[in-house]
């Protein structure tokens, strides 16, 4: 039997914003909080947000805890948070049917609602507020780029009841917004723009970019390293999660910040690596000394890696590798002719590089999420 969702935080006072009609008796900071942290929490197990609403959902979350946290502290918040996170684990082990769990996607589409309208807000500022600007020293945000993140929002509630709540809240959004550009020309809350905009920009990119590279993708996530020895992981939700990459790790030379090359995982389970310069050899250690020798391919002849060279490990080796334990840590070298371990990879800070293997599975599994059918 599902938890009930209902929210843990005892708080009172009212943010001067429209809410739905479900929810205007309640508090409008606690409840955007609720929906977008579960809705966070839900999007880890099932894609229930597109890139730009992913984002934003992010913001709106980070939004509404710092002002929940100056009025319940960090000990409360954080527990709603935990709270909230275990209920998405145990009600969503994927994605769930819509016909048989109204309840559960009804808080998604709470989530989606929030997130839509701040999505579309900027979109109906006054007419006077031309750009305006991410961050006090961002590139503006032309009124054009404004009003198609609106338009892609607000198709989701053309026709719809919720519409006209939808309309409201928008408004609301962006009255404050509107002062905020007009009175300091930025406002922070111009995320859903700012994303679209710079989505825009890369797929005009020359050159190798993310698009080019992974596909079209759907979201984006940075599993960040916790040691200056330890290297980042780069995860891509892509439309097609059965072939191509799903995450990527970047490859430095000493001294260097410039990447060298990239170890892909494929969705298929094998391992690939991208080299600008061509090594003897590639492989990946874990720290009990065993190695896992990436073949060489040849140099790539056409697509965004063209010109640079391959070396792959095969899905079976490669689920050799990933059945050690989460806590094992794992580094990439460059090799001698025979096989010896020549060059260690750095990480992004210039120290010998080294990955937990647990940051590695987290990564390939936000990627590998099923995508909820109304995505």
């Not at 609106?150 to 809240?169: Q, V």
Request: aromatic share 8%.
């Amino acid at each position: 039997m599902k938890k009930q969702f209902a929210a843990g935080l005892a708080v009172s006072g009212i943010l001067g914003i429209a809410a739905p009609a479900t929810a205007q008796q309640q508090d409008p900071i606690l409840t955007m909080f609720t929906v977008s942290t579960y809705g966070l929490a839900v999007d880890e197990r099932c894609q229930v947000f597109d890139h730009i609403q992913y984002e934003t959902a992010k913001h709106l979350q980070l939004v509404m805890r710092t002002a929940l946290k100056d009025r319940a502290g960090e000990a409360a918040v954080s527990a709603e948070e935990e709270r909230l996170s275990e209920l998405a684990a145990e009600n969503w082990t994927g994605c769930l049917a819509r016909e048989s769990n109204a309840s559960e996607w009804q808080n998604i589409d709470s989530a989606r609602f929030y997130v839509d309208a701040l999505i579309a807000a900027p979109g109906a500022m006054d007419a006077s507020v031309e750009s305006c600007a991410l961050t006090r020293d961002g590139k503006p945000i032309q009124r054009s780029t404004m009003s198609e993140a609106k338009a892609i929002a607000d198709a989701r509630y053309a026709g719809k009841p919720t519409e006209t709540d939808y309309t409201n809240t928008v408004t609301a959004f962006a009255s404050q917004m509107t002062k905020q550009c007009i009175g300091q020309v930025f406002s922070s809350d111009l995320i859903g723009p700012k994303t679209l905009q710079d989505r825009q920009a890369l797929k005009m990119e020359d050159g190798p970019n993310s698009v080019q590279i992974y596909g079209d993708w759907t979201a984006y996530k940075f599993f960040s390293f916790e040691s200056l020895s330890e290297f980042g992981v780069s995860a891509y939700r892509t439309p097609d999660r059965t072939s191509g990459p799903l995450v990527g790790i970047s490859l430095k030379e000493t001294g260097s910040y410039d990447t060298v090359g990239v170890l892909y995982v494929m969705a298929d389970g094998s391992l690939e690596a991208v080299m600008q310069h061509e090594p003897t050899g590639l492989q990946i250690r874990d720290e009990a000394g065993n190695g896992y020798t990436l073949q060489p391919v040849g140099q790539v002849s056409e697509g965004p890696h063209a010109g640079r060279f391959k070396f792959v490990l095969d899905a079976a080796t490669a689920e050799m590798l990933m059945a050690n334990a989460n806590e094992t840590t794992i580094s990439i070298h460059a090799t001698t002719p025979d096989g010896e371990p020549a060059h260690q990879y750095p990480s992004y800070n210039g120290f010998p590089g080294k990955l937990p293997l647990s940051r590695l599975k987290d990564a390939i599994a936000w990627a590998s999420v099923p995508i909820a059918p109304d995505l």
